[in-house]
């Protein structure tokens, strides 16, 4: 369409109404998809606004209606395979029910994630999707209910907190890749996680702020205590947060006269850091040291060796996370979800001890 001077003008849902033979309010109605409007008169307007290429003004749709059809989602790290599976099962999920998706990274970062929370709201997003930094600080994640704002959690529980979250039992999985590495004989086990170092060593009493590591540990904490088996400071460490910092944690814990011989990373971001690191300094996996990973990623299973790992239902997540949202903000019963169900996968990077094996 042009305007006087000749220029291209944009159709409204007035010319698309005048097209239709409609009323203006009708033709809003069946595009908008609200209100009662017969089928024939609803395609007659999809025709016309077909027709006139019209494309609706979200910015105006929102002040009218006081919805954005969009939900905002905010992790800690896009570039963890983990979240980036997590939000593809999101956006799918949320686009056939007619959202789309506003993406926040906040490098779990808490102020980073506090800003972020506050420009979705300022956005006018329809309701959010959070992976929390922290079990402490969520002052901010209140302002999203006292806005009147649906909240889901992902992957991250926060105790006492009043929102629905979507997460795996990682605890039981994890227990059954340490149990894997005790029968092999392994007892200086070390796990390594990318949540920054509390200053002090880990010990039982040390409260984890992330959920998803604390629910790791205790599995880890659950295989040594049912064979009766003492667990130290060495058995966590902290702060691998980047390939450097990974690489520099792996040649210290290899340093040292009790140095581990089996290590669980975190994350497939950490496993691939550790496997770096242990490349360039020479330590064969698993003939020097076994590796498990968490998460099953496609690289896992072609490395060599390849890596046992525990594996999630990362996509069957961020479904699970964005149907409770959508749920939330169609006023519909949201389903008590039980923790999605993680299970190991055995591969070559676990072996016995160097020291046993040369016994036997």
Same mark, same amino acid.
Request: neutral net charge; proline residues 5%; charged residues 25%.
């Given at each position: 369409m042009?305007d006087?001077?000749?220029r291209?003008?944009?159709?409204?849902?007035?010319?698309?109404?005048r097209?239709?033979?409609?009323?203006?309010?009708?033709?809003?109605?069946?595009?908008?998809g609200y209100?009662?409007?017969?089928?024939?008169?609803?395609?007659?307007?999809l025709?016309?606004?077909?027709d006139l290429?019209?494309?609706?003004?979200?910015?105006?749709?929102?002040?009218?209606?006081?919805?954005?059809?969009?939900?905002?989602?905010?992790?800690?790290?896009?570039?963890?395979?983990?979240?980036?599976?997590?939000?593809?099962?999101?956006?799918?999920?949320a686009a056939?029910?007619?959202?789309?998706?506003?993406?926040?990274n906040t490098?779990?970062?808490?102020? /980073?994630e =506090?800003?972020?929370?506050? $420009? &979705? !709201? %300022?956005?006018?997003?329809?309701?959010?999707?959070?992976?929390? @930094?922290?079990?402490?600080?969520?002052?901010h994640?209140?302002?999203?209910?006292?806005?009147g704002?649906?909240?889901?959690?992902?992957d991250?529980?926060?105790?006492?907190?009043?929102?629905?979250?979507?997460d795996?039992?990682?605890?039981t /999985?994890? =227990?059954?890749a340490?149990? $894997? &590495? !005790? %029968?092999?004989?392994?007892r200086?086990?070390?796990?390594?996680? @990318?949540?920054?170092?509390?200053?002090?060593?880990?010990?039982?009493?040390?409260?984890?702020?992330?959920?998803?590591?604390a629910?790791?540990?205790?599995?880890?904490?659950?295989?040594?205590?049912?064979r009766?088996?003492?667990v130290?400071?060495?058995?966590?460490?902290f702060?691998?947060?980047s390939?450097?910092?990974?690489?520099?944690?792996?040649?210290?814990?290899?340093?040292?006269?009790g140095?581990p011989?089996?290590?669980?990373a975190?994350?497939?971001?950490?496993?691939?850091g550790?496997?770096?690191?242990?490349?360039?300094?020479?330590?064969?996996?698993?003939?020097?040291l076994?590796?498990?990973?968490?998460d099953?990623?496609?690289w896992?299973?072609?490395?060599?060796?390849?890596?046992?790992?525990?594996?999630?239902?990362?996509?069957?997540?961020?479904?699970?996370?964005?149907d409770?949202?959508?749920?939330l903000?169609?006023?519909a019963?949201?389903?008590?979800?039980?923790?999605?169900?993680?299970?190991?996968?055995?591969?070559?990077?676990?072996?016995?001890?160097?020291?046993?094996?040369?016994?036997?």
């Amino acid at each position: 369409m042009t305007d006087t001077g000749g220029r291209a003008r944009r159709a409204t849902v007035t010319d698309v109404a005048r097209r239709a033979g409609v009323a203006k309010a009708t033709a809003a109605r069946a595009l908008g998809g609200y209100g009662a409007v017969s089928e024939d008169v609803r395609e007659r307007v999809l025709a016309a606004a077909e027709d006139l290429g019209y494309r609706p003004n979200e910015l105006a749709r929102s002040i009218s209606t006081g919805r954005s059809r969009t939900v905002g989602v905010v992790v800690g790290d896009i570039e963890n395979d983990y979240f980036a599976l997590a939000v593809r099962g999101i956006s799918d999920t949320a686009a056939r029910a007619g959202y789309d998706v506003v993406l926040v990274n906040t490098g779990e970062a808490v102020e /980073a994630e =506090r800003k972020g929370v506050r $420009l &979705l !709201l %300022d956005k006018q997003v329809d309701g959010l999707i959070v992976s929390p @930094a922290s079990s402490q600080h969520v002052e901010h994640l209140r302002e999203v209910g006292e806005q009147g704002r649906p909240l889901v959690l992902l992957d991250r529980r926060l105790p006492g907190f009043e929102a629905p979250s979507v997460d795996v039992d990682i605890a039981t /999985a994890t =227990r059954a890749a340490t149990e $894997l &590495l !005790l %029968d092999l004989g392994h007892r200086r086990i070390t796990y390594l996680t @990318a949540l920054a170092d509390p200053g002090v060593p880990w010990s039982r009493e040390l409260v984890v702020a992330s959920s998803p590591v604390a629910d790791r540990v205790s599995g880890i904490v659950a295989a040594f205590d049912a064979r009766e088996l003492a667990v130290g400071a060495s058995l966590v460490r902290f702060g691998a947060a980047s390939d450097r910092a990974t690489r520099a944690a792996v040649e210290e814990l290899l340093r040292g006269a009790g140095a581990p011989t089996a290590l669980i990373a975190s994350d497939g971001r950490i496993a691939l850091g550790v496997l770096q690191a242990l490349q360039d300094l020479g330590v064969k996996v698993p003939r020097d040291l076994s590796l498990v990973t968490i998460d099953d990623f496609a690289w896992t299973r072609v490395v060599d060796p390849p890596l046992t790992a525990v594996r999630q239902p990362i996509y069957d997540v961020g479904v699970a996370a964005a149907d409770t949202l959508v749920r939330l903000l169609r006023g519909a019963a949201v389903p008590v979800r039980p923790p999605l169900v993680a299970d190991l996968v055995v591969r070559s990077s676990t072996a016995a001890p160097r020291r046993r094996r040369a016994a036997l």
